[in-house]
T-cell receptor, first 115, second 115 residues
């Protein structure tokens, strides 16, 4: 398995532009998580899905942020409009809901820079 | 909600020596999973070791071992024979089995290995 795939790996955009981050979870995993990591705030959970349904989006900072999971193999995190304070590394992770050693598997992250 | 606390923002260890990273958590659940993740400068989050709460035996993975004290809600990571490649940020994580597969991460401990 290729692991969790995220694209793009790096994104540089200007304030006010729309940004879309993409994630493909590991096949067979039914939980997907979006995190944001900054030096100031550490690793923050933004939202997570179980079986494509958003379970907890309380970590989404503002209405400018939205996430979708239209099917089991794809999710997007959109920021519209983007602001400089959104600059961070965004991680997607997936896990299996079955009993067992169900750790999260992380993607490589997307480094977002908003100018 | 469960909370995970890592009280050591930074630690250092001499190469070949042993270091212990602390983690405590707060929960009312009786069954859950605990994990230690490593994040090297490449940013990739890598699972180091896992522990099931119902197991009394401490998990061990080569040079990495844990001291799991369920009553004290403590889950420390011991790294023996430290190597330069162990230098990274280490995150402690808790997985709830009762709240929809939710994961909770600590704020991380930055480990420096001194040659």
């Amino acid at each position: 398995d290729a692991g969790v795939i995220q694209s793009p790996r790096h994104e540089v955009t200007e304030m006010g532009q729309e940004v879309t981050l993409r994630c493909k979870p590991i096949s067979g995993h039914n939980s997907l998580f979006w995190y944001r990591q900054t030096m100031m705030r550490g690793l923050e959970l933004l939202i997570y899905f179980n079986n494509n349904v958003p379970i907890d989006d309380s970590g989404m900072p503002e209405d400018r942020f939205s996430a979708k999971m239209p099917n089991a193999s794809f999710s997007t995190l959109k920021i519209q409009p983007s602001e400089p304070r959104d600059s961070a590394v965004y991680f997607c992770a997936s896990s299996s809901g079955l009993a067992g050693y169900n750790e999260q598997f992380f993607g490589p992250g997307t480094r977002l820079t908003v100018l | 909600a469960q909370t995970v606390t890592q009280s050591q923002p930074e630690m250092s260890v001499q190469e070949a020596e042993t270091v212990t990273l602390s983690c405590t958590y707060d929960t009312s659940e009786s069954d859950y999973y605990l994990f230690w993740y490593k994040q090297p400068p490449s940013r990739q989050m890598i699972l180091v070791i896992r522990q099931e709460a119902y197991k009394q035996q401490n998990a061990t993975e080569n040079r990495f071992s844990v001291n799991f004290q369920k009553a004290a809600k403590s889950f420390s990571l011991k790294i023996s024979d430290s190597q330069l490649g162990d230098a990274a940020m280490y995150f402690c994580a808790y997985r709830s089995l009762n709240t929809g597969n939710q994961f909770y991460f600590g704020t991380g401990t930055s480990l420096t290995v001194i040659p």
